[in-house]
Nanobody
């Protein structure tokens, strides 16, 4: 399984970005796709995940109003729409896949950099 994350860039606070994570290879129909991020000088943290049936888990309730995850199973692609970006959202964003809920995040994309300027 290979994951390809894209869509990062340099934006201003308040702007929006949509990240994409394309999956290829033999991925389980029950697979979860998640987004993680690593801000400068910080540990990697979980952001949000989506299951095959559309179940969504956010790490923080505060993200629910700004970040929206969606999944196109036909394209094997998961999107992360990020609105009202804040400087604190600056990070490298990674997508990852777990073959089923409760399983380890086994596959990782290479990361895409999001930089939010004030």
């Amino acid at each position: 399984v290979q994951l390809q994350a894209s869509g990062g860039g340099l934006v201003q606070a308040g702007d929006s970005l949509r990240l994409s994570c394309s999956a290829s290879g033999r991925i389980s129909s029950d697979a979860l796709i998640g987004w993680f991020r690593r801000a400068p000088g910080k540990e990697r943290e979980f952001v949000v995940s989506i299951g095959r049936g559309g179940k969504i888990i956010y790490s923080y309730d505060s993200m629910k109003g700004r970040f929206t995850i969606s999944r196109d199973n036909d394209k094997n692609t998961v999107y992360l729409q990020m609105n009202s970006l804040q400087t604190e959202d600056t990070a490298v964003y990674y997508c990852a896949a777990a073959q089923a809920p409760g399983r380890a995040w086994q596959y990782w994309g290479q990361g895409t950099l999001v930089t939010v300027s004030s």
